[in-house]
């Protein structure tokens, strides 16, 4: 060992999904949109000048600011923007959780939080979901020193609603309250309108799954202009300049342009609810989905061997081979013509199994 | 204050410099390149087709990495990057500098270094510059958690030369060494070659300021693959996907055209070369720089009067009103055009002072 190494941070690596890059796959396994952005971003890419990329971007990135703050009836005090929802909650964990106390989140939920909990040396719980994927919410009642959520949450599609989350913030008014809300544009209610009653609230949202960009790597927090101010603190402390020219010009145009993300939003959930139908035909059980995803498990065919027999023919979709969820799929929503292929693979598999 | 308000990350703000936007302004204050990006980078821009964006980018940003590899003589699993080299330079000080001992870089230097170190509660010492703004070499010869120096140091300008980069290695085989190369390519030696004789030691560049594209946010590192690893693990442990697509497409071709990049470079350095001796006609002086930017200060006039009085005709340069460089300007090296106008104010200023 070198002795610069004993310096180094104490980490277990990491090892990001895999992007499979296969042509005429079909790829269901990283929740994209199937869609591409808003029109206005087409537009926006065209009309941009490189000459301006030789200056600095704007720091306060008001541009895109102002339109997420226009767009959510929000004071632009109020919003927070990051490369991507996982750069705005790493800040976030790191403004926000220095307590010796734990931070709770669900034993099963987006694996990055337990990751950044390390990454940041923040002792953490993780209470078990009930047998049917369900967040306790009594288990949350306890002491703490911050608290994540899901919702809907991830990879079990499941959304809680309004009374659920408003339950938890008022059993928890000494830490901060973090609702991370990646997939509610899809059938979930946002508990933004909560951060009126709750300073201690945070809502993280993304541009990577419901406005399609997950490419142009922009997310967001909305809360109390006091959380947001701290947040800035510590950005600003780390990269002054964390959005670059094009995300904030290629964002509002995505921001903007609301009837097209209502439209693809819509054309994703009536895609999903028909290919559960067609998936419990075909003998799988899974819980209602509210995301752009389906976390489901057949009656008698081990999940790893249909992932498996998927891939073999070019279908991607996540398995995770952890405790719990080890006989689920997660089955991302794509178009219709890539949802039809796939249920008909799946159906001579599971016919040939 | 709230109970979840003692949670909070402690800091002091950060404020980012000033990005005047005033029409008809020169803008000579946060060392931006006057020219354009290379002429490619216009048709990568051009040739985006926005459906792609629908996607996660490269978690490994390998077309990027493979245009820095190739453009360096470097392996490619020797290159880091990032957004921008402040967030390269924020995952180095996370990575490597987690030891008791203080780290250590001089009392005049980059301004975030500081910031960093009190963001992630490292300690610090910092050796004052000498008299005439050089580093002391002796100074970094003391135990240490790890050393960076910034060649050419901001704001001085000066760059030492790579015996003194040596000396400095050699006297510390237990530490990281970072050496910040923002400008080198303004007239300084890279260090680069010393990463094969050193393999704690990691160099930090940009294309912000030789490569005219701060508005794009890519800085790397270049160092010993084992150093690469280290900050790759911390990397994805942080967020997997800190590129952006309009990144690595636009960032490859700015690599790709060394021609127009040296064009640029010899542009700026004759530039200033020429500056510096009308400045010197002006009664200033000077270090000879070797950065696109000039840190100089007037013989009889205060530096913060002439800075005032720069502001009010719209001309807007550096001033630092800190210990030690609080009678001098750091003014960038703009175009021909620019810095003809930005003279003959000067020399009206200078002659109704």
Redesign the interface.
């Known amino acids: 060992m070198?002795?610069?190494?004993?310096?180094?941070?104490?980490?277990t690596?990491?090892?990001?999904?895999e992007?499979p890059n296969v042509p005429g796959m079909i790829?269901l396994n990283?929740n994209?949109?199937?869609?591409?952005?808003a029109p206005g971003?087409?537009k926006a890419?065209?009309e941009?000048?490189?000459?301006?990329?030789?200056?600095?971007?704007?720091?306060t990135s008001s541009l895109l600011i102002k339109a997420l703050a226009e767009h959510y009836k929000v004071e632009e005090n109020q919003v927070f923007v990051g490369?991507?929802s996982?750069?705005v909650l790493?800040m976030a964990f790191?403004?926000?959780?220095?307590?010796d106390k734990p931070i709770l989140f669900p034993d099963i939920t987006y694996s990055f939080y337990d990751?950044?909990a390390?990454?940041f040396h923040i002792p953490y719980t993780q209470p078990p979901l009930d047998e049917h994927f369900r967040i306790c919410k009594e288990d949350y009642y306890r002491e703490n020193?911050?608290i994540v959520l899901a919702n809907p949450n991830a990879p079990t599609s499941i959304c809680e609603d309004l009374h659920f989350i408003r339950d938890i913030l008022e059993h928890n008014?000494?830490?901060?309250v973090i609702v991370d809300e990646a997939y509610v544009d899809f059938g979930g209610e946002s508990a933004i309108s909560l951060t009126k009653d709750f300073?201690?609230l945070l809502i993280v949202q993304t541009f990577?799954k419901s406005r399609?960009?997950?490419?142009?790597?922009i997310g967001y927090a909305i809360g109390n202009s006091?959380l947001i101010k701290?947040m800035n603190?510590?950005k600003?402390?780390?990269?002054?300049?964390?959005?670059?020219?094009?995300?904030l010009y290629?964002g509002v145009e995505a921001v903007k342009d609301e009837n097209y993300h209502q439209e693809c939003v819509k054309r994703i959930i009536s895609t999903r609810e028909r290919v559960m139908a067609a998936l419990k035909e075909l003998g799988f059980h899974f819980p209602a989905s509210k995301a752009n995803f389906i976390f489901a498990s057949h009656n008698t065919i081990p999940a790893e061997k249909l992932y498996q027999d998927l891939r073999n023919e070019n279908i991607f979709v996540r398995y995770f081979n952890k405790p719990k969820i080890n006989n689920y799929l997660r089955i991302t929503v794509g178009t219709d013509e890539e949802m039809n292929q796939f249920l008909e693979v799946l159906k001579r598999l599971v016919k040939e199994n």
């Open positions: 070198k002795p610069w190494e004993t310096y180094y941070r104490k980490i690596p990491y090892v990001p999904g992007q790829k990283t994209e949109n199937p869609y591409p952005p971003v087409q890419v065209e941009l000048n490189t000459e301006q990329l030789k200056l600095y971007p704007d720091p490369v991507g996982d750069d790493a790191m403004s926000f959780f220095n307590s990751v950044w390390e990454l020193g911050g008014q000494e830490s901060v300073e201690n990577s399609s960009m997950a490419g142009m790597r006091s701290v603190d510590v600003y402390s780390y990269n002054s300049y964390t959005m670059n020219l094009t995300s290629y």
